[in-house]
Each structure stands twice: as C-alpha cells, then as structure tokens.
Nanobody
Framework: QVQLVESGGGLVQAGGSLRLSCVGS????????MGWFRQAPRKGREFVAA????????RYADSVKGRFTISRDNAQNTVYLQMNSLKPEDTAVYYC?????????????????WGQGTQVTVSS
C-alpha cells in the first residue's frame, strides 16, 4: 500500500510561487508514475502534471504549461510541483497521485493511490 502526504500549500498573491511536495510511505516510488491533480470548489478533479518514474518524461495540462514544473527525487521518495506565476484561477486543493506503470494519464481514475490534498489559494 502506498500512502502519499502532500505539503507546501498556502496563501500567495497572484504572480507569486509555491512549491508542493509529496512524500510516499512505500519503500520506494520507483516504478510508479506520479501525478498532480487539483480540485476547485464545485468543480471536478483536474489533471495538472505527471512524471514517469525515471523522471525522463513529463506531461502538463495546457493551463499550467510554462508556469509549473513537476520533478521527483526517488532517493527521497518525493515528488515536487514548482508553481510560478500563480493566478487566482489556480486556487484549488492539490492532490498527489500514484499509479504503477509508464503511462502519464490525465484521467484521475487511472491512479490507484491518492494523498489527502493541500490547499493552494491565490489572491488577486
């Protein structure tokens, strides 16, 4: 069983930056593709970014391309989401997710393990 714990959320002004972290409790996250999703009030869970276990391939939602960067440190069992040039529309609860295999799926139901989420609020 993989348990994921996110941290790093908070309140930031538009144009600011935040770095989210996701630590896995499994002995290793190697072999797992990792994703970040977000959910704003009254909206469905939205794909943000994903990264292959090797870190060699990434995928981003169009809405965050050029502003967000996903990375991982397998030695630390940690995945990061660096968020720059934040906008009020980025406000949401951000979730970390894991799935075994290579595919970088944008669908939430493709992921087997989820964290509890961390709130990101961007003020205008």
């Amino acid at each position: 069983q993989v348990q994921l714990v996110e941290s790093g959320g908070g309140l930031v002004q538009a144009g600011g930056s935040l770095r989210l972290s996701c630590v896995g409790s499994a002995r290793t996250l190697s072999g797992y593709a990792m994703g970040w999703f977000r959910q704003a009030p009254r909206k469905g869970r939205e794909f943000v970014a994903a990264i292959r276990w090797s870190g060699s391939s990434t995928r981003y939602a169009d809405s965050v391309k050029g502003r967000f960067t996903i990375s991982r440190d397998n030695a630390q069992n940690t995945v990061y989401l660096q968020m720059n040039s934040l906008k009020p529309e980025d406000t949401a609860v951000y979730y970390c997710a894991a799935r075994s295999g290579y595919a970088l799926l944008p669908e939430a139901n493709g992921y087997d393990h989820w964290g509890q989420g961390t709130q990101v609020t961007v003020s205008s």
